[in-house]
Every structure is written in structure tokens, then in C-alpha cells.
């Protein structure tokens, strides 16, 4: 298992309420695990829009050249 960090976030209201009703859903054992599964679907979601960038760059420099 990797060394795990311990940090502080702060979260609004709403927020909160949305983290426990993901505990209660019973599919994650703890707002860690919530916060994790989080990061990985925005890392994926970050990684696609890098992607579509250079494309839309590597497309254009080839209609110029």
C-alpha cells in the first residue's frame, strides 16, 4: 500500500451533505475513500481534455503546414 498524507480541505454546506450521502449509500466506507474516487475522475477528466488540446493543436499546425 503507498504512504498516505493527511490533509485538511474545507467544504461548503452542500458539499458536506453530498459526502454523507455517499457514506450512507453504503458504497464508500469513508469521506477518504469519497475524496479519492473523486481525484481519480477528475485526473481521467483532466487527462481527456489534455488530450483533446493537443489534438486540436496537432490538427491546426498540420492544416498550416
Not at 504512504?3 to 454523507?20: A, G, H, M, W, Y
Not at 474516487?37 to 493543436?57: F, G
Request: charged letters at 30%.
Amino acid at each position: 500500500m503507498s504512504v498516505r498524507r493527511t490533509v485538511t480541505v474545507s467544504i461548503t454546506p452542500e458539499q458536506d451533505v453530498l459526502l454523507r450521502a455517499f457514506l450512507a449509500s453504503g458504497r464508500y466506507r469513508s469521506i477518504s475513500e469519497v475524496l479519492r474516487s473523486a481525484l481519480r475522475l477528475l485526473e481521467r477528466d483532466e487527462a481527456a481534455t489534455l488530450a483533446v488540446i493537443r489534438n486540436t493543436t496537432a490538427h491546426r499546425e498540420a492544416d498550416r503546414g
